[in-house]
């Protein structure tokens, strides 16, 4: 159990992570010590599920003049007005209020009062060695955190850590791409770069100048018809693809 100061910098720790593995003993009670766990994070504005929208509202102090909502989604219980009479009932009168998704009132005034997060979460349920699961209870942990990973295993015998890592990768939408100099052997690291991303960021990744004195690329990998195929700037990468950038000079 945290003690409340270690607790909040853990929740803190978790804002400014890019994911969250949450394990769990499975010798004890883990299905009700995780609801608590989902509880408390809700609370202090950690959710561990995609919402299905959010809001964010950028309050000028001067040089703009009004309210402006932006809706790239709806409001489920009322209108673009009735977002505006709750800012004002708040004397805030200059704002930019945008909108995601499917949210209601209640989300829009709860975005003014603390910035809620969302981190993608993988639970893994340790000492599978000990005490086997009941699938019904890892089903009820999925309904309880609908499309989160739940992985089971053993840190002892290493039952299940193989899978962490490609779980991990998926979860957090990154790619590993292997960069490599012409007639020369592709680098032993990876750059990890954001799903979707293009020849243009592993240029800006490696270097400036070599972005802005690009001539073509070849690439090796599952993004291209056949190996050294070469490509543009606007080249979309898959995981594990190989880059040889070529530029001027």
């Known amino acids: 159990?945290?003690?409340?100061?270690?607790?909040?910098?853990?929740?803190?720790?978790?804002?400014?992570?890019?994911?969250?593995?949450?394990?769990?003993?499975a010798t004890r009670d883990f299905l009700g010590e995780l609801r608590e766990l989902v509880e408390t994070l809700k609370q202090?504005?950690?959710?561990?599920?995609?919402?299905?929208?959010?809001?964010?509202?950028?309050?000028?102090?001067?040089?703009?003049?009004g309210i402006r909502v932006t809706l790239m989604g709806k409001i489920t219980d009322g209108t673009i007005d009735d977002v505006r009479k709750l800012l004002e009932s708040y004397r805030i009168f200059n704002a930019h209020v945008k909108i995601y998704g499917e949210v209601s009132i209640d989300d829009v005034e709860q975005s003014l009062f603390e910035a809620t997060v969302y981190k993608p979460t993988i639970i893994f349920i340790n000492k599978a060695d000990l005490a086997k699961p009941n699938p019904s209870t890892i089903e009820e942990v999925k309904k309880l955190l609908p499309g989160v990973r739940v992985l089971v295993g053993s840190a002892l015998t290493g039952e299940g850590l193989g899978d962490i890592a490609p779980q991990l990768y998926d979860v957090l939408e990154i790619i590993r791409i292997y960069t490599k100099a012409p007639n020369a052997p592709p680098a032993e690291r990876p750059l990890v770069l954001r799903r979707n991303a293009t020849v243009r960021d592993v240029a800006r990744s490696i270097h400036s100048e070599l972005l802005e004195n690009f001539l073509y690329a070849r690439v090796w990998g599952s993004s291209v018809k056949y190996?050294?195929?070469?490509?543009?700037?606007d080249h979309v990468l898959a995981d594990?693809?190989?880059v040889e950038i070529h530029a001027k000079g």
């Open 44 to 65: 202090e504005g950690v959710l561990l599920v995609k919402p299905g929208g959010r809001v964010v509202i950028d309050v000028y102090r001067t040089g703009k003049s």
């Open 240 to 242: 594990g693809d190989i």
């Open 227 to 233: 190996p050294g195929e070469k490509v543009g700037l």
């Open 1 to 25: 159990m945290f003690l409340a100061a270690d607790f909040r910098k853990v929740v803190g720790l978790m804002r400014n992570a890019d994911g969250i593995i949450i394990v769990l003993d």
